[in-house]
């Protein structure tokens, strides 16, 4: 988050060498979920908080879940 130092707070991920990664088959999101996806991630792109990475073999789908007030 802007303004917040790393080394206060940040994650890393360590993998092991002898890890074999596992890829997911990507799901595919209907309009809504995939607008929602996007603006999200978009949102924490600019604030900073995320960042693209080069290791995709060990990423997961996203969970999309409806908030109880509907959005």
């Known amino acids: 988050m802007p303004g917040i130092d790393h080394a206060i707070i940040s994650h890393e991920l360590h993998i092991y060498q002898s890890f074999k990664p596992i890829k997911q088959k990507r799901t595919k999101l209907g309009p809504d979920r995939a ?14 908080s ?22």
Do not use: F, Q, W
């Not at 693209?52 to 509907?70: F, I, Q, R, S």
């Open 35 to 48: 607008k929602s996806v996007n603006d999200e991630v978009d949102r924490l792109l600019k604030a900073g």
């Open 50 to 71: 995320i960042h693209e990475v080069k290791y995709p073999d060990c990423l997961a789908n996203p969970m999309v879940v409806k908030k109880k007030t509907g959005k």
